[in-house]
């Protein structure tokens, strides 16, 4: 019998001793941590389901953030607006990192929108009569991926729209290898475009050689302008056009074109028409539509605008390439005078009638043009004008009931890709501030850069978040982890 009760004799006294009650009590606090962080990670959770914009994002190129165009533009929205994603939402994860991303920055701009912008997901496969109500949308492509709609309006994006992706990798194994995230520019310039309701008319004339301008084209569309292609030869220009854009003909106008267009502009004297204007920077002789400009007070320079100024060149970039200085004109409403347009391979314009031309933009008063074929002894500093040169200048015509102009840019190269698609530069905001100005249309102009998460590593550079991060990994974690140390050590001392 006594042989029997040992065992339990000795587990009483072990759960009576001082290592028992101190045991017990570091279990209990193991088990009341690991539960206090689990419902805090609930908590947490569920907060930031609520409350997408509690996320934080500490990538170098905030891949997860909204640029701030976009996060402008929601909390202005005065419509409502849907953005339907056309499978579930488990789908849209599982196809990879940069639909995680894309679903991050959907439920940001929805935050962002108070209630404005509602996102929805519909399995077209389980559900196919959802495709009804939209006529206008090719369903025979598999690229459509999302559709964004207000009121009667409605928008279909593709997956060319939201995603940038290796071509050459497509077209030899037929699978998708992404490279960045453009949803955000899609989903926002979309929103513009079917919440608007009557979009202002721009005609681009075509058949002339014209170099490309798909990049002005887009810009325009994205910020709800109804573009159009037309050919002089064979088509009338639009009655109903706010502008006609001309742009870097490589072959001149003939007279029955310049004609058209010079009548389209004066509009029998009621005036109120716009005409943008961009030269070629080849060698071209166009005599036709120089005669038709310097009728409006502005004449061509023979030759390349150059910059000579340190302050004005971009680094490495030449001579040819420069920051070019705002005059008054379309300046005011820009977000950010600050940041400036920039000219490459320019043309530069003489005003001759000050009365109803003037300069838009200018180089420094160390500029001056190099001859397309300059002469063996000819000399940068020789040619240097001692003022400054339009390189985009503005000649306005009055009417009885409104007014006309004629708007020219030196380079083709100014509206490229190259330069409007970086926010760095404020090519696109510009040429966007002149049409809307003109328009009476409110500055709404969205130009938003596509995220890739190839550099997307830790990148706080903010100084109070870079302290406060410090403070709390270098100092007050490790001050902690050193406090339980010694308590543990003290307590384990005295049992």
Sequence with gaps: MEQNNKPSKGIKAFLKSRKARHGGMAIALVIIVTAVVVVINIIANLLVDRFPNLKLDFTANNAYALQADTVDYMNHLNKDAKVTILMTESQFEGRGEYFVQAKNLLEKMVAESNGKLTLDYVDTTTNPGFTNK??????????????????????????DDCFTYNQEYYSAYGYYEFESTTIEQAVVTAVLNVTTEDKVVVDFIKGNQESDYTALKSLLTNNAYQVNEISLVTDELDENAKFVVLHAPAVDLDDSAVKKVSDWLINGEKYGRNLIYIPSNENINTPNIDAMIEEWGVKLT?????????????????????????????KEKLKNPDIPVVAFQSRGFEITDENSAHALLNTSNRAGVMPYEPADDWDFNDAISGKPIAVAA????????????????????????????????????YVMNIFNTISDKSDESIVIEGKSLADSELGVTDVNTTTAMMIIFVIVIPLGILIAGIIVWIRRRHL
């Design 394 to 429: 503005e000649s306005v015509k009055k009417g009885s009931e409104a007014e006309s102009r004629l708007i020219l840019f030196g380079s083709d190269r100014m509206l490229s890709s190259t330069f409007m698609n970086l926010n760095s530069f404020n090519n696109a905001a």
């Design 134 to 159: 939209y006529k206008n949308v090719d369903w025979t492509s598999a690229t459509t991926i999302a559709i964004v709609e207000s009121g009667e309006q409605y928008q279909a994006l593709t997956l």
């Design 302 to 330: 023979e030759g390349f605008v150059f910059e000579t100024s340190q302050d004005h060149l971009l680094n490495g970039a030449g001579q040819f390439a420069f920051i070019t200085d705002y005059t008054e004109y379309y």
